[in-house]
């Protein structure tokens, strides 16, 4: 018998249906033919619970939600101290593909924009990992975050390769600035961050990663350590000032749970101690957020009193 988490599940997704503000995302030629009616909503608890309605096994590739992962992984493998000498954690008020670093240190101005996002990419693994073996970390990390092995949408890889010049453009300045190490290739970590970008997921895979933050690092369903109770702080600290791009403040207002977006029209949001959750419609705001993502986060942190404050 379904219990009344699923009515509730599927009134949240009926009340923002016909609302066909926004755009897909038109930079990427796949992404830019997603299907704009797509709908889903999942809701893990730390305890183990996962609900889900409307779309809720259709993938999409994860895009920038990714680098709130990353993000975590790179601090594991070198320490905190070490990625904030190479990645800030203001808020940057620019566009998320933006082609600046912080005056003076030159650094990033935090790891959710391609700028930061691609300097932590280079730090996974630590000094010494190769190409490959990042991939391969950030996939397998990934991959038990949402308790099945995902794979790379390959497709999604190479129309974000064909055209990188933007990325490109930032790996070099990175390189240049000194932020990527002297034996990193840019190219190559370029193409790790897109690759990373392109793994595929669905809106339980996402719900059941923002529920491990939600539960210190420890993911609810296997019960398995992912990412040490350290680095979920400060991940949890910078999705909320930094993960929905330039309305941070609006969303801390509205909503008020740390939270991650990203083009392909996901958002996750994790509440310590609560809850993770994932939404999933492709049209996005001018901020590049899913405009029917956030109507559904701010209506499930009303009606479920998530907010923070
Ligand atoms: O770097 C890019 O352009 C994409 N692969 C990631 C973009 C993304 O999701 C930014 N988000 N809103």
């Known amino acids: 018998m ?16 016909p609302d066909a503000s926004g755009r897909v995302a038109g930079y990427i030629d796949v992404l830019a033919k997603a299907d704009p009616s797509r709908l889903a909503v999942a809701l893990a608890t730390v305890d183990g619970h996962l609900y889900s309605a409307g779309d809720d096994t259709v993938e999409f590739s994860i895009q920038s939600i990714s680098k709130a992962f990353v993000y975590a992984l790179a601090i594991e493998d070198n320490g905190l101290e070490y990625v904030l ?24 101005m935090n790891p959710m924009i391609n700028a930061g996002a691609i300097a932590t990419h280079s730090l996974v693994g630590g000094p010494s990992a190769t190409a490959e073996e990042r991939a391969e970390r950030v996939l397998d990390v990934l991959s038990r975050l949402a308790g099945r092995r995902l794979q790379v ?4 890889y190479e129309a974000e390769l064909r055209d990188a010049n933007r990325n490109m453009g930032l790996g070099y300045m990175l390189k240049a600035a000194g932020i990527l190490s002297r034996d990193v290739d840019p190219q190559e970590v370029v193409k790790g961050y897109i690759r990373q970008c392109s793994i595929k997921v669905n809106v339980r895979d996402l719900a059941l990663m923002a529920a491990t933050l939600g539960n210190g690092g420890v993911n609810p ?27 941070a403040g609006d969303w801390v207002s509205r909503v008020g749970i740390p939270a991650k977006s990203g083009v392909s029209g996901a958002i996750i949001g994790a509440l310590p101690g609560q809850i993770g959750l994932a939404v999933f419609s492709p049209r996005l705001d001018d901020k590049g957020n899913s405009v ?11 009606d479920m009193g998530l907010h923070m404050m």
Do not use: W
Request: proline residues 5%.
């Open 2 to 17: 379904k219990s009344p988490i699923y009515d509730y599940l599927h009134h949240v997704l009926e009340n923002v249906r």
């Open 85 to 108: 000498s190479k990645v800030g954690v203001e808020p940057s008020g620019d566009a998320f593909n933006h082609l600046s670093l912080q005056k003076g240190s030159h650094r990033p």
């Open 153 to 156: 949408d390959e497709a999604v």
């Open 221 to 247: 369903t296997t019960g398995e350590e992912i990412i040490p109770h350290d680095s979920v702080r400060q991940v949890l600290s910078v999705m909320t000032t930094c993960g929905m791009y330039d309305s």
């Open 292 to 302: 029917r993502g956030v109507s559904m986060c701010e209506k499930l942190s009303t």
